[in-house]
């Protein structure tokens, strides 16, 4: 159980393009989903929270213009970086929790999504 | 924000050794410290979460301590395999899974045959 989806899996797209990555949960309903940046061989740094149905909230540093995120039910998030440049290349993941009422559920991450910008 | 401090950044153990990585944390209100594995071009696959009313978890070869009054918390894989090899990261949250994430640097662990 607790298995979330994330596609594509490896994206190479020109510089000045926009880029859709969708993030699934396949077995549970997600209130809450995250994205995630990683980029070769660091740690994974949040760039935003997102509740169902809301406006998704930003970390401090991240542009909410460029990385739009809709959450448009309980089992979609798609983040989409916009008029990407090759400092955007990375390799995003998405977590999703099934908090609803119950706070203590832990977060299930994709298997993430190369994003390489020429 | 939360600082999450992870060492060391790379472990060699012999298999069937026993394998420890140790993180610490800055913000008393975190309350919730789960550990993540993660293999080459993969996402993370949780492995073991401890919330801060609890000392010790044990899950089969991998337990997980806190201490909370030093704020620092560690994971124990015992009678290592070949196949523990990967990164494990650990992570802390004032929330559990409602509020996102702050990771340590990562722990690269190599299980040498």
């Known amino acids: 159980g607790a298995v979330v989806s994330q596609h594509p899996s490896w994206v190479i797209c020109k510089s000045g393009t926009s880029v859709k990555i969708e993030c699934r949960s396949l077995?549970?309903?997600?209130?809450?989903m995250f994205w995630y940046r990683q980029f070769p061989k660091q740690s994974l740094m949040l760039m935003a929270t997102?509740?169902?149905?809301?406006?998704?909230?930003?970390e401090q540093g991240v542009e909410k213009d460029k990385f739009l995120i809709n959450h448009a039910s309980l089992t979609l998030s798609t983040l989409t970086v916009t008029s990407a440049h090759p400092e955007d290349s990375s390799f995003y993941i998405c977590?999703?929790?099934?908090?609803?009422?119950?706070?203590?559920?832990?977060?299930?991450f994709g298997d993430g999504t190369r994003l390489s910008i020429l | 924000g939360e600082n999450v401090e992870q060492h060391p950044s790379t472990l060699s153990v012999q298999e069937g050794d026993s394998a420890v990585i140790k993180c610490t944390y800055s913000?008393?209100?975190?309350?919730?410290f789960p550990w993540y594995k993660q293999e080459l071009g993969k996402g993370p696959q949780l492995i073991i979460d401890?919330?801060?009313?609890?000392g010790e978890k044990k899950d089969q070869r991998i337990a997980v301590t806190l201490n909370k009054t030093a704020k620092h918390f560690s994971l124990h894989i015992t009678e290592t395999q070949p196949e523990d090899s990967a990164v494990y990261f650990c992570?802390?949250?004032?929330?559990?899974?409602?509020?996102?994430?702050?990771f340590g640097k990562g722990t690269h662990l190599i299980i040498q045959p």
């Open positions: 913000d008393s209100a975190s309350n919730y």
């Open positions: 077995d549970f309903q997600a209130t809450t």
């Open positions: 992570a802390a949250s004032s929330g559990g899974g409602a509020d996102g994430l702050t």
């Open positions: 401890i919330r801060s009313n609890v």
């Open positions: 997102s509740n169902e149905g809301s406006k998704a909230t930003y």
């Open positions: 977590s999703a929790s099934a908090t609803g009422t119950d706070p203590h559920q832990p977060q299930h």
